[in-house]
């Protein structure tokens, strides 16, 4: 099942939270009651923070390993913290109307994890998604963490929520981890915005620029901001692959490269990395360095 979850879309993690309603089937338990009432609050307090724009109040509902990440995520592209997270074209999704399917806690995680249309003030027209919301646990109190919108939803899943069956959260996707995630290093303003490009078919893939910045994908493929982004001169890089049993795509291959964002709009990013090693010889361990600098960037232009 894990597989189908991949499309999940990750806003710009931006911080959404949960919004109570008397249309929510009520959760049985004292504990759980107890659990949605906290969660219903911290959101309550940062969807007011978001819609105000008071950076002060959402750092207090803000776990402390998302407000690193976001700041991280804005710096390496070289806008303005926090003035560029609250401009988002999105809003945090009014979801009075969604359906709470879950709420579940391990360790110091949380989940609260909702179906419907999750309207996010975009001038398009909501389909019925997931909405799955994480929160980490700091001290006696929940703050927010990360939030993911499956929309793509596979017709099989729309039937069994239909129908109440809801055995497909059992997927560990849908599931408290119970471990806090690391917190990031805080980052400088980088001297090269930059993207590092993954295809890990029959792969699991983890790599690290700079040591900062980390990668993970698995049978799959895609674009990620490098944290921190590029320096001027040497940068550094660590690429794991491990071999899976198989690939959904029904092949092996593995490509890690890094692009440089230049600015010009001829040419908007150059390649200054490419790990390509033969995908029958795996798994791989490589560690590395590579150099930034006018004169490479002219060679890359000139190719």
Known sequence: MTGAWRCFIIMSRALFLLLFSSLIAPLHGKETAGLQQDLLKVYQTWRQTMIR??????????????????????????????????????????????????????????VAIFYGKADLDVKAAAPNSLLVLRYLR??????????????????????????????????AVFQPSGRSPNVQKPCEIPDYIADIHLITYGFDTSVT??????????????????????????????????RLRGSAKGKKSLKVSVHLKTGNRKSPAVQVFEFKPDPAKGPYIYTGEFVVDKTTIGRHFRR
């Open 53 to 110: 724009k008071d950076y002060k109040s959402w750092k207090q509902v803000t776990a402390y390993a998302r407000q690193i990440e976001t700041r991280n995520l804005v710096v390496s592209q070289k806008k303005r913290f926090p003035s560029a997270m609250f401009a988002l074209p999105m809003k945090p999704p009014a979801i009075e109307r969604l359906r709470l399917l879950q709420v579940n806690e391990k360790g110091p995680t949380a």
């Open 138 to 171: 700091e001290g006696n109190q929940w703050k927010f963490y990360r939030l993911a919108l499956m929309s793509q939803l596979p017709p099989e899943v729309i039937a069994d929520v239909s129908a109440n069956t809801l055995g497909f959260l059992k997927d």
């Open 209 to 242: 620029v700079n040591g900062i910045s980390t990668h993970e994908a698995s049978d799959t493929h895609g674009t990620q901001l490098v944290i921190g982004g590029l320096r001027n001169g040497k940068n550094t890089i660590e690429v794991e692959g491990k």
